[in-house]
């Protein structure tokens, strides 16, 4: 073979489909729970795409295939390895403490498929327990991307709107986002994120 020739390349054979069975669905189930947390809808979604085309194959019946699919995942939630609240906690947690607003983080929450009684416990822990308001977020987000009295004073003026328009579209009250940007110290702002010494 000439040295400029390009190698051939393998083709690869595609594996043969295999039966969907309870053990198969589990097994699924627990390689794709050990590399990413997730809810049970999104799990049950992605077991059923996973076996889309052997259920097309074997020309199975859908609706026994997620009744498969919702046993295994309940026998998961069961022996404590799924559980939606604790999901739901911990990505609403892990939100604020990036700065989010609770309308933001309601939407996120709602995204992931979860119930509305999962969204709503999740901020109330938020609020009650950790003690996360608008506020807060509003004044981390403004530390984050160094807004308001983070910049230079003479240009302050000049980015006020953008910056304001920036924490409406991000969820943020418009008199809130207006009177947290108007801080002439950067000491006012942290103040409400680390509290007052």
């Given at each position: 073979?000439?040295?400029?020739?390009?190698?051939?390349?393998?083709?690869?054979?595609?594996?043969?489909?295999?039966?969907?069975?309870?053990?198969?669905?589990?097994g699924?189930?627990?390689?794709y729970l050990?590399?990413?947390?997730?809810?049970?809808?999104?799990?049950?979604?992605?077991?059923?795409?996973?076996?889309?085309?052997?259920i097309?194959?074997?020309?199975?019946?859908?609706?026994?295939?997620?009744?498969?699919?919702?046993?295994?995942?309940?026998?998961?939630?069961?022996?404590?390895?799924?559980?939606?609240?604790?999901?739901?906690?911990?990505?609403?947690?892990?939100?604020?403490?990036?700065?989010?607003?609770?309308?933001?983080?309601?939407?996120?929450?709602?995204?992931?498929g979860?119930?509305?009684?999962?969204?709503d416990?999740a901020?109330?822990?938020?609020?009650?327990?950790?003690?996360?308001?608008?506020?807060?977020?509003?004044?981390?987000?403004?530390?984050?991307?160094?807004?308001?009295?983070?910049?230079?004073p003479?240009?302050q003026?000049?980015?006020?709107?953008?910056?304001?328009?920036?924490?409406?579209?991000?969820?943020?009250?418009?008199?809130?986002?207006?009177?947290?940007?108007?801080?002439?110290?950067?000491?006012?702002?942290?103040?409400?994120?680390?509290g007052?010494?």
């Amino acid at each position: 073979m000439d040295e400029f020739d390009e190698p051939e390349k393998k083709i690869r054979k595609p594996r043969p489909l295999k039966e969907v069975t309870p053990k198969r669905i589990r097994g699924q189930a627990l390689r794709y729970l050990d590399r990413f947390a997730t809810t049970t809808p999104k799990l049950a979604r992605h077991l059923y795409n996973k076996n889309r085309k052997a259920i097309e194959f074997f020309e199975l019946d859908e609706h026994s295939v997620m009744q498969i699919i919702e046993t295994e995942i309940e026998k998961l939630v069961s022996a404590g390895i799924m559980d939606d609240q604790q999901y739901a906690d911990s990505k609403a947690r892990t939100m604020a403490r990036q700065g989010k607003s609770k309308r933001q983080i309601v939407g996120k929450l709602i995204t992931f498929g979860l119930e509305d009684s999962h969204t709503d416990h999740a901020i109330t822990e938020l609020e009650e327990v950790q003690g996360h308001t608008d506020e807060l977020g509003a004044a981390k987000y403004i530390k984050k991307r160094r807004f308001g009295p983070y910049k230079d004073p003479e240009t302050q003026v000049d980015r006020h709107q953008k910056e304001l328009l920036t924490l409406v579209r991000n969820g943020f009250d418009f008199s809130l986002g207006e009177r947290l940007l108007k801080f002439e110290s950067i000491e006012n702002i942290e103040d409400i994120i680390y509290g007052k010494q």
